[in-house]
């Protein structure tokens, strides 16, 4: 049965169920991300384009998960969802994320999809199943996919789950 996730508020969570690049050491985290890109919320995935010297969701290469670590100094901020990459966060106005490295079979739980969001915005979330597919769009959030994609990287909805904060969500597994 499809359950509605249009009540998410707040930035997009990722809780690490199985993601074998924090256990390799697949995590990237020295260049900048592109001018263009102002915010970057957990879940979301970008590019870690060597060849540019950025971070961004056009060059050559796998999409990578952002997963920044989290530290909230204000006590007033210590949900999940209130944590993002800005760049006003940043004394030199760039974003500096870590990226981790994906492999099919992983799994995680997110809430991340769509568009950008902010903190007090409610996000309009799309409706999903179990054994839908996902794939990162072009801004690197994750999209349901009408059919499995040929190529690139895929990820499959294996349980209608919760957030730890239990806000809604999805369990996702990397199948492609």
């Not at 799994?107 to 915005?121: G, L």
């Not at 839908?132 to 909805?157: D, H, I, R, T």
Request: hydrophobic share 35%; proline share 5%.
């Amino acid at each position: 049965m499809a359950r509605d996730l249009t009540k998410r508020y707040g930035y997009g969570q990722v809780e690490p169920n199985h993601l074998s690049g924090i256990v390799t050491g697949q995590i990237y985290a020295q260049l900048p991300a592109a001018a263009s890109i102002t915010q970057l919320e957990q879940g979301q995935f970008a590019k870690y384009d060597y060849a540019a010297g950025e971070v961004n969701f056009t060059g050559d290469g796998e999409f990578m998960l952002v997963y920044n670590e989290e530290k909230l100094y204000d006590e007033r901020l210590q949900s999940h969802k209130d944590f993002v990459y800005k760049v006003g966060d940043f004394t030199d106005g760039k974003l500096y994320p870590r990226l981790i490295r994906t492999y099919v079979g992983d799994i995680m739980t997110t809430n991340t999809f769509s568009a950008a969001s902010s903190n007090d915005q409610e996000i309009t979330m799309p409706v999903l199943a179990k054994n839908n597919y996902l794939a990162p769009n072009s801004n690197g959030f994750l999209e349901k996919a009408n059919s499995k994609p040929a190529s690139g990287m895929v990820w499959k909805v294996v349980k209608i789950y919760t957030m730890p904060d239990g806000t809604p969500g999805v369990k996702i597994q990397r199948i492609q």
